[in-house]
């Protein structure tokens, strides 16, 4: 049968005596339009999920939010005299909110007519995030920062606006944000802000209040999908952390789970939306995410199907094998690239990969969850996967194209601009 053949493509292979470094843990696939999933023995065991855990958060928070929903952030200027101000940061929970959206924000206030010289007050409520280098490797990987309490959390984006926000824009860092902001439509001024800032403090949100002096902008981010796009492309352990503790943590996690996914615990068991460990869950050693493989390609599935209401599809969130330049999945050449669709995944004991292959016989979802002892093994765990990945096309009449070209993955859109909301000079722009 031919569906016997694709499971045997994604064992075969594999070792699996007991002094096996990598082995297989559990591997899973099923056609498009069939209810069927075939697997291994352990489908239906669970084990670590690794940054393939990032699929169960989008859809988590797609689901939730809206594939369109995009996070405000509003920005109340208040003059004090001429070309002096007091800012005040509303947040959002803008779970991307770093260099290039404040650089972005920055330039769209200098191109309104407040002669905004310098800031005496820059001020910021409890709902505003901010990671300076969010979209950066040392943000992308590695522990999220946890905040215990409020106090840490302001401490944090404190310094994250002293060190970074308010601090000179360098040239070629200008540069660069323009012709970001020029790919998606949106023209920023040739000559890059130049607003001194005097001090930053906590005001919460409650305290702040409008007069007639205050002129309030709202800054909206891209859609959530090209958010999760973003993450999903590169890993980002920041966006999907704080996506998840947004929707409400583990405990809301578990009410979604058995709600609307009609899971529990035995498929899913989740303590993060990234996938990773972070001593702060608890002092075992590993604590990662863990499901079972069938669990993971229903998932899928569902994405799938709650994108498509939108007009989108898994393109639109995942990135695609060989063309999405900056993702994890860009070098997955021959007959992956251009024809897989795919989420990586590595922990200190697994390597995962999950996703959809164009073939010529039709599109296939898959989930492969591999164990390993360390991270010495990570090169040859990607290589078995791969080489079952391989094996699926061989079988399956070879790859077929998929219709797609890269997609921008931006924070901001042209649907970003400031808008004023508010203030005595309301119509003037």
Request: with cysteine.
């Amino acid at each position: 049968m031919k569906t016997h053949l694709v499971i045997a493509a994604l064992i075969v292979g594999f070792t699996t005596t007991a002094s096996a470094k990598v082995y297989l843990n559990s591997a899973c696939t099923m056609k498009a339009n069939s209810k069927q999933i075939e697997g291994n023995g352990s489908k239906d065991e669970k084990f670590p999920l690794a940054s393939i855990s990032k699929l169960v958060t989008s859809l988590w928070a797609i689901e939730t939010l809206g594939a369109d929903y995009r996070f405000t952030t509003k920005i109340h200027l208040t003059k004090k005299d001429d070309g002096l101000y007091d800012m005040h940061i509303e947040g959002g929970h803008d779970p991307i909110f770093g260099r290039s959206v404040g650089y972005f924000i920055l330039a769209q206030l200098n191109m309104k007519e407040l002669n905004i010289r310098q800031i005496d007050t820059l001020t910021f409520d409890e709902n505003f995030l901010m990671e300076w280098n969010v979209e950066e490797p040392v943000s992308i990987a590695g522990d999220t920062k946890y905040y215990p309490d409020q106090a840490a959390q302001v401490a944090h984006v404190k310094h994250e606006l002293e060190n970074g926000f308010i601090t000179p824009i360098a040239d070629n860092s200008y540069k660069y944000i323009r012709s970001l902001a020029k790919s998606v439509g949106v023209e920023l001024p040739e000559k890059k802000p130049s607003i001194k800032f005097n001090k930053v403090e906590f005001l919460a949100k409650q305290d702040f209040k409008q007069d007639n002096q205050t002129i309030s902008f709202t800054y909206r981010s891209a859609p959530l999908h090209k958010i999760v796009k973003n993450m999903n492309n590169k890993s980002n352990n920041y966006i999907a952390d704080h996506l998840y503790w947004n929707l409400g943590d583990t405990p809301a996690f578990n009410l979604y789970l058995q709600n609307s996914l009609k899971m529990d615990n035995r498929d899913l068991q989740f303590n993060l939306g990234s996938g990773n460990n972070a001593d702060y869950i608890s002092k075992k050693k590993y604590d990662y995410n863990e499901g079972t493989c069938s669990a993971m390609i229903k998932v899928m599935i569902r994405l799938n199907e709650v994108l498509a209401n939108k007009g989108l599809s898994l393109t639109d969130v995942m990135a695609v094998a060989g063309v999405d330049t900056d993702s994890t999945v860009a070098r997955y050449k021959g007959a992956m690239e251009g024809a897989m669709i795919g989420k990586t995944g590595t922990v200190d004991k697994a390597k995962t990969l999950a996703g959809s292959i164009s073939t010529g016989n039709g599109k296939i979802y898959f989930v492969i969850l591999m164990h390993k002892d360390s991270s010495g093994e990570n090169g040859s765990a990607a290589n078995a996967i791969k080489n079952r990945i391989r094996a699926l096309f061989t079988i399956n009449d070879g790859s077929k194209k998929i219709a797609y070209s890269e997609i921008s993955a931006l924070p901001f859109d042209s649907k970003s601009a400031l808008v004023m909301e508010f203030g005595p000079k309301l119509g003037m722009f």
